[in-house]
């Protein structure tokens, strides 16, 4: 997230395969380009790229992994309790 901080976005160097062009296991450059990149497009939304991108570069890893793990322990315990009430 830190380089959108500063106005650009990586992109992978390959494209998928045209044996199933619409279809790949992982992201490609017809994906970061179409579905990231042109949003840098817009005035809008290069502000809130670079926005968040500052706010990232600013959290602390250890506490983000930490906020992540607590939130997936939270998703856990719901889907058990939605599930309860169905099953």
Excluded: N
């Amino acid at each position: 997230m830190g380089p959108t901080a500063k106005g650009y976005v990586h992109a992978v160097p390959y494209v998928r395969h045209s044996a199933m062009p619409l279809y790949t296991p992982e992201p490609d450059v017809l994906h970061d380009v179409f579905g990231h990149g042109i949003h840098l497009a817009d005035p809008f939304f290069t502000d809130l790229y670079r926005t968040v991108g500052r706010a990232a570069a600013r959290v602390d890893t250890a506490d983000a992994l930490d906020l992540r793990q607590r939130q997936g322990h939270r998703r856990a315990g719901a889907a058990r309790v939605v599930a309860g009430l169905f099953g």
